[in-house]
């Protein structure tokens, strides 16, 4: 299993990002896939997940709003749109799949919001 974050970067309050995770080695639609994010001294907290066929999302109560996920099973990749960004959101995002076979991390993509 391969999960392969990219997107993240330097943006300005009130600026928008798009992260992608490309994702290998297992069956995508079949599995609900989720964005985490950590900050420094902080643990990794879920940010949004998605159902494997994309009919159902779940968003933390810190980002409901401002964030969507997404995902294209034909692509095997799944997004977070992340708009009306705030400095809060800073952290390293990580893409998550839950298998039969196990528990799955991308190695992560900065996000900071900074001006």
């Known amino acids: 299993v391969q999960l392969v974050e990219s997107g993240g970067g330097l943006v300005e309050p009130g600026g928008s990002l798009r992260l992608s995770c490309a994702a290998s080695?297992?069956?995508?639609?079949?599995?609900?896939m989720s964005w985490y994010r950590q900050s420094p001294g902080k643990e990794r907290d879920l940010v949004a997940f998605?159902?494997?066929?994309?009919?159902?999302?779940n968003y933390a109560d810190s980002v409901k709003g401002r964030f969507t996920i997404s995902r294209d099973n034909a692509k095997n990749t799944v997004y977070l749109q992340m708009n009306s960004l705030k400095p809060e959101d800073t952290a390293v995002y990580y893409c998550?799949?839950?298998?039969?076979?196990?528990?799955?991390w991308g190695q992560g993509t900065q996000v900071t919001v900074s001006s």
């Open positions: 998550n799949v839950k298998t039969t076979e196990g528990d799955y």
């Open positions: 080695g297992f069956t995508f639609s079949r599995y609900r």
């Open positions: 998605i159902s494997r066929l994309g009919v159902s999302t």
